[in-house]
């Protein structure tokens, strides 16, 4: 296999830090970017070494390019607030686009042997379920944009300069090291971190949505395998687990994971797909059978962690851009927010 000089982007965040560990484990040589803006520098393997810096900082991209033979970039770096999207939408092209773009031109500049990207079933939109690799793309956000954009400048970046690269559609994505703290994402974390708090677990809709969740080490198995499967170059892969749960089912497991009874606290439905889970079958074929962690105990894993923790509290996002339709609960905190800040 031989020893690579890797650089993954977002590896102090929740999927980035596993990743890094695993490839740390291998004996390969790791090199950590990331901001601290959703993860924490604690995640970091003490055997990788660690950048604190934006993809979006061209000249530092260069640096650690010139700098270093990089043999594979692993793409994380994302702020991956579907919802909040439409409502911050320069900030999300230019983190999860434009930096992007960065590292693509580096890795075509320095001859990388191969790209990893972290994309997202949010490419699909509100498509037919299961969500299959070959169904045309409609995303319904701008985030979903940003992730088709950066697969369609892989896609043209191999057929002009020969970058290879493989792509990865995770989805719902839950685990030890997942920024709790953080209320706009990752609805496992802020389930338990408001349980943590004392407060209800808040759903938006009535709940009925389905998703199906995927513990963090079904994806990274995965992902740390692709530059050694030569038959996944240039292909799209989704990766996940395979039964969708409403989220009411959800609630009531996370709240039997973190041992109290369900307290349930329905907001205004915002705009999102109603039934969001995709097929894994070609993952299967090119990297063979996998076992899954189920949902329990994925869930008893992370409340262990997450209990040993505690509770986490975030900034308000800072970088709003419209308020316009805007879910109310967000909206007041916000306007609450810039009305202190101006009292």
Known sequence: MGRWNVLVTGGAGFLGSHLTTTLAERGHRVIVLDDLSGGFQENVDPRAEFVLGSI???KLI?????GDS???????????AEGLSHFIKKFNYENNL???VNLINAAVNHNAKGFIF???????????????????????????????????ELRVSHEMFGLEYIIFRPHNVYGERQNIGDRYRN???IFMNQIMQGQPMTIFGDGEQTRAFTYVEDVVSVMANAPLTPSARNQVFNVGADTPYTVNQLALKVAEAMGVPANIK???ARNEAK???????????????RATVPLEAGLNAMARWAQSVGPRRSKLFEHVEVLKNMPRSWREEFSQAHAEVGS
């Open 266 to 268: 329905y907001l205004e």
């Open 56 to 58: 979006t900082d061209e």
């Open 118 to 152: 972290t994309s997202s079933i949010a490419v699909y939109g509100k498509s037919q379920v299961p969500m299959t690799e070959d169904m045309l793309p409609q995303p319904e956000d701008p985030y979903g944009i940003a992730k088709l954009a950066v697969e369609q």
């Open 187 to 189: 609805v496992v974390g």
């Open 62 to 66: 260069k640096e650690i390019f010139s």
């Open 275 to 289: 039934h969001a889970f995709s097929s894994h079958a070609r993952v299967q074929d090119v990297f063979g059978p």
């Open 70 to 80: 990089i043999d594979y970039v692993f793409h994380l770096a994302a702020y991956a």
């Open 98 to 100: 434009i930096g992007s």
